[in-house]
């Protein structure tokens, strides 16, 4: 295995990431114990999966990934023997439940939440999906900066919070607090959907998914023309995740009114 030739393939900013996972990919054929990474964003984790795959006959590792609940954006990769895998209990992450009274902070939302978070002195890294709800939200960290968390996040932004380990039962990231929309749209193509729904111009929003800023089902799509269908979660970096929640028919003007869902 050319190591360097390997590395030499990602960009500089993903070059250290990716030579963190080989050592541990070394250090799991040696030891055979699991080892565990960061959080990654979608493309990023899609593309390290992706390479771990195409070395799995030379590092005799295979590889896998978990975002501490079904569905999350933001995954842990982790590394075992050739010969077993991983149980999605074992990965070293850590669901926080925040609480507050929604009453008197109706507005707060993701941006508030992971910004409170961060503010602690923590790395966007060591935390991966925050999923809000009325009243609460959920934030998936890992697991060995979870009672720092605990002990020190008291507010968010000017609203008081308490922090909690969440209960055991399953989490669906898609059950956040969500906006309903109605869109008119002249087709189902990508660009023409996040143009509607978030109210950009249709060549800005073909320049988030040229940037490689745009999830189809946290699959990295490149393509502006690319279909969307009821069902699909599409996310644009910055701009947060949205549903396609189904087709409502056609208009006077046989343009498709389209349901979505926008997750805070």
Known sequence: MNRQAILNGFPNDDRLMFASLLDSAR????????????FF??????????VLGSLRSELRVA????????????RMIGICPDDSCIDESAYPITALEVTYNARYAPDL???????????????????GDVMVRDGSAVVFVCSDIAGFILANLERVGKTAVKAAPAGAAPLNVEAGRARELTLTLSSMRLDNLISAAHRLPRSKAADLIRAEKVFV??????SVSENVKPGDIVTARGFGRLRVAGVMGLSKKDKIRLKIEIFS
């Open 217 to 222: 089902n946290w699959a990295l799509v490149k």
């Open 109 to 127: 939302g993701h941006k508030d939440f992971l910004g409170s978070v961060l503010g602690l002195g923590i790395e966007r890294a060591h935390v």
């Open 41 to 50: 964003d979608p493309a990023r984790c899609s593309r390290f999966l992706r």
């Open 63 to 74: 590889a896998s990934a978990f975002g501490g609940a079904e569905n999350c954006e933001r």
């Open 27 to 38: 250090s799991c054929a040696q030891t055979g114990r699991p080892a565990f990474s960061d």
